[in-house]
């Protein structure tokens, strides 16, 4: 008997956040390779709007623009999270996709997640199953409930696996796929070492740390803020550190009147946030990077590069047992004692990469939705 050709598979692949993109852009980019098989949509919630946050990465990531924008934008989380619910039902119901692919871990994931189990849609959700432990980060909130209703649940790494299988997850919904931001990084690499970005910072020719610094808990407390930058004080003695600055880490600059101190600390640079490629070229050639953010623990493992994380606790514990990542949170000896370590050299080496962190993760995605 002839095996019935499989229809088209119609998948709705939500963006809202700067984190968001380059995890989306390869799927859609592989998606669009296999006509036959996918036809992949982009809504984009608006929960990240400004151009150096969110059109810069379409741009540089070749992303499509979006099919549907909800224009959300900023809000209380409550408000944020029910704009996102509330705008992108009305597109399913009259998209009617097959799947709906979340990626990560901000509110429009489990916005949008939320929707479709509520309209019996089939969501699929990239980068399942990361634990911080840590209850105080909307984050993590995010990512035990998207993963408690998603259907298929791709995981970058084996410990995913495991927290999952214990939070009661039925194995056959979970797929280790690896990690997909590092098939970004792998196919944007050299258009990222061609920019001219060191040169157009000044930074050519010399050594630099980079940092970046956006969660709540470091930002928008004063206590743990200044305890930071007491540590950012001592390391641009030694190695000038450039800031690309989030909007959220400005604008508690000023409300916290520490604009003056940022800007009394010598060869700490803060600039505007920049587009992927300019933050991938700096990123690979830095002495050391600081940040709190998840996805650039995964990026300097991959690319062998020491990263200090100013944060308790990792949901990314892969690239500390195999990566360059150390985890030191916000006490100022410990940060620096770290970014010691990194400029006289003992700062730890990556082992080796995490297994499936080759590039291929859209494709072994893309494989599993069309055997689903
Ligand atoms: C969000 C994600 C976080 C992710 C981060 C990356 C949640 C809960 N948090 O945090 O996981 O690591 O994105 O950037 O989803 N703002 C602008 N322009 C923008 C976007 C934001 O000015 O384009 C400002 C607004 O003042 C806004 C604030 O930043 O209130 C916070 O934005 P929001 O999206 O709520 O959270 P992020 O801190 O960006």
């Known amino acids: 008997m002839m095996q019935a050709e499989r229809p088209i598979l119609k998948v709705i692949n939500v963006v809202g956040a700067r984190p968001n993109f380059m995890k989306v852009a390869p799927i859609v980019a592989a998606m669009r390779r296999r006509p036959a098989k996918f036809l992949p949509l982009v809504v984009h919630t608006g929960q990240h709007y400004d151009a150096a946050m969110s059109d810069s990465f379409f741009r540089d990531l070749e992303l499509p623009q979006p099919d549907t924008h909800l224009g959300v934008g900023s809000g209380s989380h409550a408000a944020q999270t029910a704009a996102v619910m509330e705008s992108f039902e009305p597109v399913v119901l009259s998209e009617k996709p097959d799947w709906v692919l979340v990626v990560g871990d901000v509110n429009s994931t489990i916005a949008c997640a ?26 993590e909130i995010n990512r035990l409930l998207t993963d408690q209703i998603a259907d298929l649940l791709f995981t970058p790494s084996h410990d995913a696996d495991e927290n999952l299988l214990a939070e009661g997850i039925p194995r056959e919904r979970i797929r280790f796929v690896g990690n997909v931001m590092i098939d970004s990084l792998q196919q944007n690499l050299t258009a990222a070492r061609a920019q001219h970005t060191r040169e157009r910072l000044n930074l050519s020719g010399i050594d630099y740390a980079l940092l970046t610094l956006h969660r709540p808990s470091n930002v928008d407390l004063r206590e743990s803020f200044e305890r930071i930058l007491d540590a950012l004080e001592a390391i641009a003695a030694k190695l000038p550190i450039l800031f690309p600055v989030h909007p959220r880490t400005r604008k508690t600059i000023s409300e916290l009147g520490l604009n003056e101190r940022v800007e009394s600390i010598k060869d700490l640079r803060t600039v505007e946030p920049l587009g992927y490629l300019d933050f991938l070229n700096l990123s690979s050639d830095a002495r050391l990077v600081l940040t709190d953010s998840g996805g650039i623990q995964e990026e300097t493992t991959a690319l062998g590069i020491p990263c200090v994380t100013l944060r308790e606790n990792t949901e990314r514990p892969i690239t500390v047992e195999m990566g360059t990542n150390v985890v030191v949170g916000t006490d100022t000896t410990k940060i620096i004692a770290a970014a010691n370590a990194a400029l006289n050299g003992s700062a730890k080496k990556a082992l080796r990469q995490p297994p499936l962190w080759d590039g291929q993760t859209s494709e072994r995605i893309l494989d599993a939705l069309e055997s689903f």
């Open 114 to 139: 939320l929707v479709c189990v509520k309209l019996g849609v089939k969501v699929a959700h990239v980068e399942a199953g990361l634990r911080s432990r840590d209850r105080s980060m909307p984050e």
